[in-house]
């Protein structure tokens, strides 16, 4: 399947948090789910900057620390 292992994620955020910001707060939401650890790599993706309203524009991988 084209999404075999993918798990989304959707939370909310203050709108004038820093993409670093939200970035943290996804690790943090993940990590005490159990559904991440140490070495991970995660593909976020996002508006930058956040609460814009604007559609997704960035895609980072993230190797969780």
Do not use: M
């Amino acid at each position: 399947a084209a999404f075999w292992g993918v798990v989304p994620l959707t939370f909310g955020f203050d709108a004038d948090d820093t993409t670093e910001a939200v970035i943290a707060r996804a690790v943090a939401v993940l990590t005490e789910r159990g559904a991440i650890a140490s070495g991970d790599k995660l593909i976020i993706t996002l508006a930058v900057p956040p609460a814009t309203g604007e559609h997704t524009n960035t895609l980072k991988i993230h190797t969780v620390a």
